[in-house]
């Protein structure tokens, strides 16, 4: 929810990377002709085609990937056909956020650069992309030209996943999708298995889909810290499978939801992944005991599958899922505002919640992903709930720089917006599976998930939709999977298991 890729050579937490949103200070003009130049590594032929970025860092003591400081600019451009012996220049002409090059106080400032070549998948570290391992320093001297110069050295490559005993990768071409994007789309993920599933080789398993947040795929079966967030291997012994909501999606994370724009992803699952996953594995077929969660971007597609194939699922648990009521979208009503960035005093709305306070607005939020390209969360939601634009591209809710919202982009979201839906299709919905969608976010939400979620509350009460919400209170987007909610979080799956005899 609202993250940038930022600088990943390490993959940095989301928190970490939003501050880069930050402005608080006002710049400073010196007359100074600044510039970085970029040149590619002797082993690095080309030609590349891509879009360059560079991050910069005004305390040089801090390091990239760690919490930014408050005065961060950045810079792009776009490249094409760049070859060995070419140097690629950022100026005062370059694509800026916070401030332009030649605005740059006094001092130096430590940069890195990635260019991004990989327009399938949208992580900053997709395989193919060109980064910098060493980090530049330019010294700004006021009224004087200030060159530096950088050295991209180093290619993200495909990363392998590391199969072992207990875990094991499905990756599946989609005929669904692949019909639609007219290329060939894979669906990916990673399976856990419990030691009890190759001790009892006759035993049938409970199965759990889990669609991670923002910046996690299938990957995250291979991380400790994750399985522990989903509370793999407390309560009773079940199957779990981690999605890949990121791959191959070019305006960003598509959460499985079946998009006009990104495709069928939501269908793709249950008809040809869980199929898939049933027959090559020892989970259950039965509905009952199939179960859907996620985080964050996940926490919508949960709900949004559980709503949409509530027949294939016994159990529904979000957390802190984006918007699900599009009256209060991240503190807008995308329906009545006219501005997105702006409320009706002139007022800059907020976003990153911290101790009570904004640390960002939804302007440097929107102007961050928009130096960065293709791919970021607000994309990703035009993507995800919008229609394409004549260019093929997913048409914008709102302008980029005013902010001003176009009502004709924002009705076509409507079957999306989950509180419209839901009061829609409830009698349909509620003769498939009642009561087994559950949702939770905390009190003090970051992205102000929790205006959403108690928007839909209400309006879900109005036709007595059998939908729990609840609201952890002093939890924020990062705490709320504590360990006190994972455990009861598993303590409601396995209730669902104990009915039904497994």
């Not at 590619?40 to 400081?69: H, I, W």
């Not at 006759?202 to 923002?214: A, D, E, K």
Request: hydrophobic residues 40%; charged residues 20%; glycine residues 8%.
């Amino acid at each position: 929810m609202f993250t940038t890729a930022g600088f990943v050579p390490h993959t940095a937490m989301k928190v970490n990377n939003i501050l880069l949103f930050v402005i608080l200070l006002v710049p400073i003009l010196c007359n100074s002709q600044n510039k970085i130049q970029i040149h590619l590594a002797p082993g690095l032929k080309g030609p590349y085609t891509g879009r360059l970025v560079v991050y910069t860092l005004s305390d040089t003591t801090k390091q990239f990937g760690g919490p930014m400081s408050s005065d961060n600019a950045g810079f792009a451009i776009e490249v094409s056909n760049w070859g060995q012996g070419q140097v690629q220049e950022i100026d005062a002409s370059s694509h800026w956020f916070l401030k332009n090059i030649d605005s740059l106080t006094q001092g130096y400032y430590k940069f890195v650069a990635i260019l991004d070549t990989n327009r399938q998948e949208r992580a900053m570290s997709a395989p193919g992309n060109l980064y910098t391992r060493n980090e530049g320093i330019l010294q700004v001297i006021s009224g004087q030209p200030n060159v530096a110069s950088i050295i991209l050295n180093s290619v993200f490559l495909d990363r392998k996943f590391a199969k072992n005993d207990s875990i094991n990768e499905v990756k599946l071409r989609s005929d669904l999708l692949s019909d639609f994007r007219k290329e060939s789309i894979f669906l990916k993920a990673g399976i856990i298995f419990p030691a009890s599933y190759f001790r009892d080789t006759t035993r049938v398993f409970p199965v759990v889909y889990i669609i991670p947040g923002w910046g996690g795929t299938h990957f995250n079966a291979l991380s400790k810290n994750a399985r522990n967030a989903y509370g793999i291997g407390q309560g009773k012994d079940k199957v779990y499978v981690f999605l890949n909501p990121e791959t191959q999606t070019p305006w960003g994370l598509h959460a499985f939801v079946d998009s006009r724009v990104n495709g069928p992803w939501g269908t793709a699952l249950v008809k040809e992944l869980m199929p898939f996953i049933a027959s090559q594995f020892r989970v259950s077929k039965d509905p009952a005991l199939t179960f859907i969660t996620g985080q964050s971007s996940g926490g919508y597609g949960a709900i949004w599958l559980a709503l949409h194939y509530s027949e294939k699922f016994g159990g529904c648990w979000a957390t802190a899922p984006d918007p699900i009521d599009f009256s209060s979208f991240t503190g807008v009503d995308i329906y009545l505002e006219n501005n997105f960035y702006q409320d009706r005093l002139g007022r800059e709305r907020g976003i990153f919640l911290m101790n009570g306070t904004f640390r960002s607005t939804l302007r440097q939020a929107r102007l961050m992903e928009e130096l960065e390209g293709d791919g970021g969360q607000q994309q990703s939601f035009e993507a995800a709930f919008g229609l394409s634009g004549a260019d093929g591209r997913p048409r914008q809710l709102f302008d980029v720089k005013t902010g001003k919202i176009n009502k004709t982009v924002s009705r076509t979201w409507k079957e999306y917006d989950l509180a419209f839906y839901v009061q829609r299709h409830w009698k349909e919905i509620k003769k498939k599976r009642a009561g087994r969608i559950r949702i939770y976010v905390g009190s003090d939400d970051n992205f102000r998930l929790n205006e959403s979620v108690a928007s839909f509350t209400k309006k879900v009460k109005t036709i007595n939709a059998d939908i729990h919400c609840e609201v952890i209170p002093a939890a924020d987007h990062f705490s709320l999977r504590s360990p006190k909610l994972i455990a009861k979080i598993q303590q409601e799956m396995d209730a669902i298991i104990q009915q039904f005899g497994n």
